[in-house]
């Protein structure tokens, strides 16, 4: 995920027309899952105190 806004930068550069939109899909699915692990967690912890 750290190489993504340097391809997504340099991608017009060198030619790479997918580079913007491949950055911009990856980004939204690590955001995803970001979001699902988190509310995860949330949940987890409050069962725990429950």
């Not at 030619?15 to 509310?39: E, F, Q």
Request: charged letters at 10%; hydrophobic letters at 55%; glycine letters at 8%.
């Amino acid at each position: 995920l750290l190489a993504v806004p340097s391809a997504m930068s340099l991608g017009p550069v060198w030619g790479w027309t997918w580079a913007d939109p491949a950055a911009t899909t990856i980004n939204a699915v690590a955001l995803t899952i970001g979001v699902v692990i988190g509310a995860s967690t949330l949940k987890a912890k409050a069962s725990k105190t429950e």
